[in-house]
């Protein structure tokens, strides 16, 4: 059956970094692009980055450039969230998920793992 492992999630102080992994099985791996999504508190969920399939294709939140940087490794069927100088606002429980579309809503995805929680101290 397919599953999406997180890991790597934390509490942190503001300015720090964290890296979370998420290691997937059950499905073709290299033929899905890979997301991250976060959810805060009492906020919708959003999307976070996105690495395609053909690894030729990123995609960033407005919210995460600059900081945030998903990378794959298709041997290991695992993806990367490399997250630097975290801020309060990124505390959220981050969830990885996989798609075939194109698209980078929440609707997009097929597989979602069962997220991880990412705190953030000021």
């Known amino acids: 059956q397919v599953q999406l492992v997180e890991s790597g999630g934390g509490l942190v102080q503001a300015g720090g970094s964290l890296r979370l992994s998420c290691a997937a099985s059950?499905?073709?791996?290299?033929?899905?692009?890979m997301g991250w999504f976060r959810q805060a508190p009492g906020k919708d969920q959003e999307f976070v980055a996105a690495?395609?399939?053909?690894?030729?294709?990123?995609y960033y939140a407005d919210s995460v450039k600059g900081r945030f940087t998903v990378s794959r490794d298709n041997a290991k069927s695992t993806v990367y969230l490399q997250m630097n100088s975290l801020k309060p606002e990124d505390t959220a429980v981050y969830y990885c998920?996989?798609?075939?579309?194109?698209?980078?809503?929440?609707?997009?995805?097929?597989?979602w793992g069962q997220g991880t929680q990412v705190t953030v101290s000021s």
């Open positions: 690495r395609s399939w053909s690894l030729f294709s990123t």
């Open positions: 059950g499905f073709t791996f290299s033929s899905y692009t």
């Open positions: 998920a996989a798609t075939k579309s194109r698209g980078n809503l929440a609707t997009d995805f097929d597989y």
